[in-house]
């Protein structure tokens, strides 16, 4: 009986330490979850607690890959391409110009077919800075990724067009406990650049992105 006894409280221990193990996992996790909603992604500071608490660095991605899923499962927001006046092209990813605003502004609806023919996807890692940082990637990437890749220096920023290979690059940068990624975003880059010129056409585009303030939007006009 004192045998069975041992045993059976050795066995309860454990329990109650996994349980409570368990539980200080579950709040690191949502800590962790509640810093990437706040920055709208993985940032240094999350990766910084998860490195304090022996987190492990790739389930902080997939926090955030499933929060993202989630955002874009859960979006009822259309997604369409206006011509306006002036050689102005616009394209919303979240939102949609009311019957009053397409009138106003002289909008002419486009069918989202013709997207890629005016704008083209870019996808971002922008990574901390460090000194060597540029030759280090040389290193770990493979030279056929560098091919269809971009680096800015000044921004410590991975680029590219090409979703497949920023994917791959994207891989290997989260593996590399060396290189940490401040930033992951999607963006939408003009393919058709406009130039305004004349009072007339910048009074316009000011008066359209007043009335796109509340909508992420693209437009193909470059900065003045």
Known sequence: MAGHSHSANIKYRKGRQDSARGQLFLKLRKKIENIILEKGGV?????????????????????????????????????????????????????????????????????????????????SLKLQEKN????????????????????????????????????????????NEKIVVIEEKNFWQTLVPCQLINKEEIDYYQELKKQLSGSNFYTNVEKQ
């Open 132 to 175: 060597g940082l540029e030759e280090y990637l040389l290193a770990v990437l493979p030279p056929e990724i560098w091919e269809k890749i971009n680096y800015n220096g000044e921004k410590h920023e991975l680029f590219s067009s090409d979703k497949e290979a920023m994917n791959i690059a994207k891989t290997i940068v989260k593996k």
């Open 43 to 123: 940032d240094e500071k999350a990766l910084s607690i998860a490195r304090e608490n022996k987190f492990p660095k790739e389930k902080v991605y997939q926090i955030w890959e499933k929060i993202r899923a989630g955002r874009e499962a859960n979006s009822s927001f259309q997604k369409v391409l206006y011509k306006a006046p002036f050689g102005i092209w616009i394209y919303l990813e979240n939102g949609n110009a009311t019957s009053e605003m397409v009138k106003q502004l002289k909008l002419k609806k486009i069918p989202s077919t013709s997207l890629l023919s005016y704008f083209q996807p870019v996808y």
